[in-house]
C-alpha cells in the first residue's frame, strides 16, 4: 500500500512528464534519479571482509574465525564449508598482500 502523500506526487510527477511531453528515455531517467533520491544505499559488499581482516590482524584464526564471518557456517555441509573457507581464506591473503605491497610501484606482471 502506498501512503497517501507518496500516490499524490507520483501522479503529480506523471502529470509533469505528459505536460512537458517526455520520451521514453528521459521518463526512464526520471526515475532513476527518483529511486537514487528514495532508496538508501547499500552497504559495501567488502565490509564483511573488512571486519574479517581486523579480526585475523587481531590475532583470530581458524574455526572460530570462520564460524564468526561465513554466514550460516555451521549449517552447510562440508563441501560448500571448505568452499567459503577458501574464499575467505583468499581475501583475506589478498587483502594482506596489498597492505604489504608499496602502494606507488606498478604491478610487476
Same mark, same amino acid.
Given at each position: 500500500? &502506498? %501512503?497517501?502523500?507518496?500516490?499524490? !506526487? ?11 511531453? !517526455? @520520451? ?5 531517467? *526520471? ?14 559488499? @567488502? @565490509?564483511? &571482509? ?19 564471518? *561465513? %554466514? ?15 574464499? !575467505? ?12 605491497? %608499496? ?7
Amino acid at each position: 500500500m &502506498i %501512503p497517501e502523500g507518496i500516490a499524490a !506526487l507520483i501522479d503529480q510527477a506523471r502529470k509533469t512528464a505528459d505536460e512537458a511531453e !517526455l @520520451s521514453l528515455a528521459e521518463r526512464k531517467k *526520471v526515475t532513476r534519479a527518483f529511486n537514487r533520491a528514495v532508496l538508501p544505499r547499500r552497504e559495501k559488499k @567488502s @565490509s564483511w &571482509i573488512d571486519n574479517a581482516y581486523r579480526d585475523y590482524k587481531a590475532g583470530m584464526r581458524g574455526l572460530t574465525l570462520y564460524a564468526k564471518h *561465513v %554466514p550460516g557456517y555451521e549449517k552447510l555441509g562440508g563441501l560448500r564449508r571448505e568452499q567459503r573457507q577458501r574464499r !575467505l581464506r583468499q581475501a583475506l591473503a589478498k587483502r594482506a598482500e596489498r597492505e604489504r605491497k %608499496p602502494k606507488n610501484q606498478p604491478d610487476q606482471r
